[in-house]
Each structure stands twice: as structure tokens, then as C-alpha cells.
């Protein structure tokens, strides 16, 4: 017998507002239906009334973790429409901000692995941490979470001899760390044996459902916009794209293992070869007309911007693509055929930023007559509509 | 495979010190260049108002004070300020600074409405 049950919008497993419906057969799902919409904020709207400056902090504030890969694919799409080179130097310390906060949130990403698969002290000593990194990017930045580091044409911050040289002596800990987290995950039979399996994708499935991020790369298919399409300075910097074959959330954990490695070697890279000089050239108040697509590897997979201007101080369009939206038809295929007691971690393995995936789309049924109105229109039709009704016989009024 | 391999890393900890600090008795000191609170200097600002215009927030104010002096107060919401410091950096004049406070809750946001003359 199949039984639909709801999972969310409230739910101990899911942090945040999102709705599945599945459907069970005893234990076994048979099928996922996922409802979006809980936690919607209207940001691209939002965006087309605030001015090219504002709009860095309204982007900044789609996400809490990837809160400067938001920020970098807005700020390449306007240096894009207006032309604007940025200072190498600009360009480095954007991509040591953008790798550190990789680190931070591939760290809390398997501190929130080891809890949903009941290892509550992994959990307490990855985050404990990715205390070293958040506070290394309170000294770059001034903040812990919102480091509002970019602006359009550069940086706003420079980073002085005493920062370099307190971030390599922290980095040091926090590889030996890593190091050793990647052995206990390897090696802790528990751990292993509780992810080993879970959420298989298949290569083909993973391209053909167009998933993004380590979701992909743990698939076996090595797609990384850092090496594929470079921005920043990342075809300078030497690493190499992480990748797992195995295709289960056990994968998922050493992608993100071997890309926390890797972002610690360009940091490294980052720190030791910055060039001197600016660090942001001025941008004017008014952009030129055009469009632009960015594209950028956030932790948890690719991020996409699009900006139309119409030559004002405000952008016409703004288009977000996070992540996360890309990997719902992934986690769909994912969850089929797993137990009940598998879907928290399942859905975790993606790293969701549910708010951050959150767009509108406006389903039409033209059987029904359905139509788009303008609120002008509305009440036109309104007021036509009592114009044509006779008032003066009783009952007309409420017609119910 | 091995079982318990975390357990070595448990029992050295049992030994060490707590990692977190009594906050409301002790406290981590903030990094020198930490986005606190705007602070206003009236002498220095010309009223050119470019703060009021970048402001993602909209959580400042400058208001004129009289018609013959060319002098400014700032009123600063705090209740909305997002503390991302964009007007210290649109500031010419360097009239806006932010300062190193980060305790700023009230029990009524009234009272985070501040006015800097």
C-alpha cells in the first residue's frame, strides 16, 4: 500500500522552509514531489529599485554562507556591461575571499553531515574550526558572515603584511585539521557504512539532470567553472578539480574533502604571489546600457547572474540562478528508491540554501481563462464591474 | 577500518580547556578594522548626501540645521543599519567612521534611532 507523506515546510530534519511530498511503500520512497515557494522574498524585484551600489549588499544578503559568491557574480556581470578592468591585485583578494569562503562552508557542510547521520561530535569539532576560518575573514573583511569585500571595479579592502603572515600561521592548523577529518572519515566504520550507498546518481543521470557542484563531481564528471570558464584569477592558480566516482553522499564528503585541500594550497598561492598595487578602479554612478550572464563556482555549485541595464543608476533586470535549483531534479532521482531515514541526509548532500533558490514563476492555465493583470487593470475592471450593477434593487449588492 | 577512531581525539579533550568563553563576563576582542557603528563628525560633512544615496538600508538622515550656516546633523537608524560601512566609504570628507560596538540590542527599536550633531 502507498501512503503520501508530508515532509515540511516544518520539519526537525529540514533547517529550512521546504516542502516533500513522498510517497511510501512500507519504508521505501517510490516517489518525491518537491514544493517550493515558503520563504520567498521578491530580491529581484527588490533589486531593479535600488541603485548599482545598493544592490551588492541586496545580493550579498540572497545567501548567509555564499554571501560573497553572490556578490562576485553580480559585481563580473556589471564590470562586464561597463568594461571596467579591475587591478590584479583587486582580482586576488577576491579570490581569497571567495576560497576562504569556500573553506568555511565546505567545513560546515560536513559538521551538518555528521549530524544528520547521528555523529553529533564530528559535528561540534568541524565547526569548532571553522571558528579559525570565520575569524580570519573577520580581520580581511570587518564581518563574519556578510564581508561586503567587493564593489564594483575591485575590492574595498587592501590586505596588509600582518594579516598574510597571521592567515598562513591559522592555515596550518586548519590543514592539519582537514587532514585528519579526511581520515576519520575514511577510516570511522560508522560513518562510512551510514553514507556508503545512500543517494546513488549515476553519471549520465547527473548531466542529464543538469546538477551542479560537488552533486556533479562526485558523479564522476569533472565540471568546475574554475577551470571550464575562468574568471578572477583562476587560470593563474594551480589546482585541480576534485572528483569521486562512487556517486553516493559518501562521495559528496571526499569531493568536498579533497576541495577543502585544494583551496588551502590557493590560499596559499593567493597570499604568497599578490602583486602590489590599486586595488579597485572607480566606476561610474550610471552603468552603460547592456547585458550580461556571470558565471561563478560557489561552494555549492555553479551560480549564475544575469544584468540588463538600460544606460540608468539602476539595473533594468537582475536574474539569479543559485545552486541549489539546479540540484532539485538531482535530489528528486536521488531520494527513489531510499528509506524514509535516509531523506535528511540525502537532501543535506546537496548543501541547501532553500531561500536562496527561491524564484518565482507564474503558471498560466489558459483552459481556465486564467490571465495576468495589472493592479491598474484590476481595478478598471472593478469599477466597470459595479457601474453595470443596479444598486438600487435589494440584494444586488452581495451577490453570493 | 577501525572501530571508535575518534575516540583518541575525545579523551585528549577531556583535558583541554572549554574552546568557548563566559560571553556576558568575558569577552573576544574585535579586529581593528571591525564594521561597529557609524559615527558622525558634523565639522567635517559638506551635506553632499552621497552617504543617504548608497545607503542599501536607508538608515541615515542629514538634515540641515540653520539657513545661514552651512552645518549638518545625521540621524542614524540603527534598527535598520546593516552595518556594511558603504557610507564610510562614499563619505569624501571622511565625515562617517564606524566604531568598534557591537553590542546594540534594545528592547525598543525607538531607541536605536540615534542623532549626531
Redo the contacts between chains.
Keep these: 500500500m502507498e501512503i503520501k507523506i508530508p515532509i515540511g515546510p516544518q520539519h526537525p530534519a529540514l533547517k529550512e522552509p521546504i516542502s516533500l511530498r513522498v510517497t511510501v511503500d512500507g519504508e521505501h520512497i517510490k516517489d518525491v514531489d518537491i514544493r517550493l515557494g515558503y520563504n520567498h522574498r521578491g530580491l529581484e524585484k527588490l533589486a531593479e529599485q ?2 548599482w ?6 545580493m ?2 540572497i545567501c548567509g554562507i555564499c554571501s560573497h559568491s553572490h556578490t562576485t557574480c553580480y559585481v563580473q556581470a556589471v564590470e562586464q556591461i561597463q568594461g571596467l578592468e579591475v587591478p590584479k591585485r583587486g582580482l586576488y583578494i577576491r579570490t581569497l575571499v571567495a576560497e576562504l569562503e569556500r573553506v568555511h562552508s565546505h567545513l560546515l557542510w560536513l559538521g551538518v553531515a555528521g549530524h544528520e547521520t547521528g555523529f553529533d ?2 559535528f561540534m ?1 568541524t565547526w ?1 574550526d571553522r ?1 579559525i576560518v570565520m575569524d580570519i575573514l ?2 580581511i573583511s ?2 563574519r558572515v ?1 564581508y ?1 569585500i567587493n ?1 564594483i571595479g575591485g575590492v ?2 587592501d590586505i596588509s603584511e600582518e594579516q598574510k603572515k597571521l592567515i598562513l600561521g591559522s592555515l596550518d592548523t586548519l590543514i592539519k585539521r582537514t587532514e ?1 577529518y579526511a ?2 572519515g575514511t ?3 560508522t560513518f ?1 557504512a551510514r553514507l556508503d550507498g545512500v543517494g546513488p546518481l549515476s553519471k549520465e543521470q547527473a548531466t542529464s539532470l543538469c546538477a551542479v557542484g560537488p552533486v556533479l563531481r562526485a558523479s564522476g564528471v569533472a565540471n568546475d567553472v574554475r577551470k571550464d570558464d575562468p574568471y578572477a584569477v583562476y587560470d593563474e592558480l594551480p589546482f585541480e578539480v576534485a572528483t569521486a566516482t562512487s556517486g553516493d553522499v559518501l562521495g559528496r564528503v571526499i569531493v568536498r574533502v579533497k576541495e577543502l585541500l585544494e583551496s588551502y594550497k590557493m590560499i596559499e598561492y593567493l597570499l604568497k604571489n599578490i602583486p602590489e598595487g590599486p586595488i579597485s578602479v572607480r566606476a561610474p554612478r550610471k552603468i552603460k546600457p547592456g547585458e550580461a550572464i556571470s558565471r561563478y563556482e560557489a561552494p555549492r555549485g555553479e551560480d549564475l547572474h544575469y544584468v540588463k541595464s538600460n544606460g540608468g543608476d539602476k539595473p533594468e533586470r537582475l536574474k539569479v540562478r543559485a545552486p541549489t535549483l539546479a540540484n532539485y531534479p538531482a535530489t528528486v532521482v536521488m531520494l527513489k528508491n531510499m528509506f524514509i531515514a535516509d531523506i535528511p541526509i540525502i537532501f543535506a548532500a546537496i548543501d541547501p540554501c532553500v531561500c536562496c533558490a527561491e524564484r518565482t514563476v507564474q503558471l498560466i492555465d489558459t483552459k481556465r481563462g486564467d490571465k495576468v493583470m495589472r493592479f491598474s487593470e484590476l481595478r478598471k475592471m472593478s469599477i466597470d464591474f459595479y457601474k453595470k450593477m443596479d444598486l438600487s434593487k435589494k440584494g444586488n449588492l452581495w451577490k453570493l | ?3 571508535g ?2 575516540l583518541p ?2 579523551f585528549k579533550h577531556l583535558f583541554k580547556k572549554p ?1 568557548t568563553v563566559c560571553y556576558p563576563f568575558e569577552k573576544i576582542g ?2 581593528k ?3 561597529g557603528m557609524p559615527v558622525f563628525t558634523s565639522s567635517k560633512c559638506i551635506g553632499c548626501k552621497l552617504c543617504v ?5 536607508e538608515a541615515l538622515e542629514i538634515i540641515r540645521v540653520s539657513e545661514t550656516e552651512k552645518k549638518f546633523k545625521m540621524i542614524l537608524h540603527n534598527d535598520r543599519c ?5 557610507c564610510v ?2 563619505c569624501n570628507k571622511d565625515a562617517i567612521a ?1 566604531n568598534a560596538d557591537y553590542e546594540l540590542a534594545a528592547f525598543d527599536r525607538n531607541k536605536l534611532k540615534i542623532e549626531y550633531l
Excluded: W
Aim: charged share 25%; net charge negative; glycine share 2%.
Design positions: 535600488k541603485n551600489v545598493q544592490n551588492i549588499y541586496v550579498e544578503r561530535t564530528f569539532y569548532r571558528e573577520e580581520i570587518g564581518n556578510h561586503a564593489s574595498r579592502r585528519y581520515n576519520i577510516i570511522e566504520p562510512v | 577500518m577501525k572501530l577512531a575518534f581525539e575525545i574552546n574585535v579586529p578594522d571591525f564594521r544615496m548608497d545607503c542599501p538600508a546593516i552595518h556594511c560601512a558603504q566609504d562614499s564606524m
